[in-house]
Nanobody, 120 residues
């Protein structure tokens, strides 16, 4: 299974970006999908998550500004980021739970990370 993340870049404070992460390979079913971020010197933290049924969860720091969604037909998860702040600057990673054909258990996979830089 491979995850391809895209959409990062440089944006001014108050601006918007949309991240995408597409899973490909040997996939029977995708369970939870989520986005994490890691700023320099900090631990990786959960930003947002979405279940297979569409339930979402957000870090307090991004509630009301970020929206996670998924397109099951495309095995893709998105993160719409609005009203960006300099403190949102980090490498963003997608994480996907994948059930392979012929199995019942889920394995977690990580994308390669995409850099988001918000200037003040």
């Amino acid at each position: 299974v491979q995850l391809q993340a895209s959409g990062g870049g440089l944006v001014q404070a108050g601006g918007s970006l949309r991240l995408s992460c597409a899973a490909s390979g040997s996939i029977s079913r995708i369970n939870g999908m989520s986005w994490y971020r890691q700023a320099p010197g900090n631990q990786r933290e959960l930003v947002a998550a979405i279940t297979s049924g569409g339930r979402t969860n957000y870090a307090d720091s991004v509630k009301g500004r970020f929206t996670i969604s998924r397109a099951n037909s495309k095995n893709t998860v998105y993160l719409q980021m609005n009203s960006l702040k300099p403190e949102d600057t980090a490498v963003y990673y997608c994480n996907v739970g994948v059930v392979a054909p012929g199995t019942w258990y889920s394995n977690d996979y990580w994308g390669q990370g995409t850099l988001v830089t918000v200037s003040s």
